[in-house]
């Protein structure tokens, strides 16, 4: 018998009780700390006014807010057919699924908001390092930290292929770039800024070093063929 193993599974099953215990904590007091201007958005999402809660930021993070216990109950239906299918790291897998969409998609969807000129004010580009980091504020800077942090998060621990920093930098980049090309090519009277893609992308690095001993690794990579049927030897 092997007494290490044995040990080993009960101290597993104690750091994830208290990871989740620190996300959960960590996410009370972040909704503690923004609750006042969450609050100001929930009146108008629960009285039919959709562009209160899908066109501001508060309504936007409400709405993430209010979604995840439906995204945890598809954690848990993503584990459950893995675990049935003897699929490895099926929780895993499945959380880091979840957490890229679910933790990205807010985000994009506030930076792609249209400002008050959308439409009629010509593109705006600042292609000038560091000349617009001072002018975004502890708040903005803070903002475009978080736009792929959970991209950043999430992706090395999925795919064997991104579980590099390099890699992760070229991901959080790339995506950046795809954003800020879009606000200037749909007018939405926002300015794309080189600034914004390499904050974004530092975002994106900074929170991929936090899970590393959990990234992927190619031994781990799921095999999507079946494997072969044993045939008894005659």
Request: proline content about 12%; charged content about 10%.
């Given at each position: 018998m092997n007494h290490n193993a044995s040990l080993s599974a009960p101290a597993r099953r104690t750091r994830r009780i208290v990871l989740l215990s620190l996300a959960i904590l960590g996410m009370a007091s972040a909704v503690f700390v923004v609750r006042r201007p969450l609050m100001m958005s929930a009146p108008m999402c629960m009285a039919g006014r959709w562009h209160g809660c899908f066109g501001t930021f508060n309504g936007v993070v409400l709405i993430?807010?209010?979604?995840?216990?439906?995204?945890?109950l598809v954690v848990w239906a993503l584990a459950r057919r893995r675990r049935a299918a003897a699929v490895t790291s099926a929780?895993?897998?499945?959380?880091?699924?979840v957490g890229?969409?679910?933790?990205?998609?807010?985000?994009?969807?506030?930076?792609?908001?249209?400002g008050a000129g959308a439409g009629t004010v010509p593109g705006r580009v600042s292609l000038v390092p560091l000349r617009d980091l001072l002018t975004m504020g502890p708040a903005?800077?803070?903002?475009?930290?978080l736009i792929f942090a959970a991209l950043g998060f999430f992706a090395p621990m999925r795919f064997a292929a991104l579980a590099s920093v390099p890699r992760i930098l070229a991901l959080g980049a790339g995506c950046s770039v795809l954003v800020e090309t879009a606000q200037y090519v749909l007018r939405l009277d926002r300015v794309s800024s080189v600034d914004d893609v390499l904050v974004n992308a530092a975002g994106a690095v900074l929170a991929a070093l936090a899970p590393r001993r959990w990234?992927?690794?190619?031994?781990?990579?799921?095999?999507?063929?079946?494997?072969?049927?044993?045939?008894?030897?005659?």
């Open positions: 993430a807010l209010v979604a995840l216990p439906l995204a945890a929780w895993r897998m499945s959380l880091a699924e890229m969409v679910h933790g990205t998609v807010p985000f994009i969807w506030m930076t792609m908001m249209p903005g800077i803070v903002g475009n930290l990234w992927r690794t190619t031994a781990e990579a799921p095999s999507d063929q079946p494997r072969p049927a044993l045939v008894p030897a005659g």
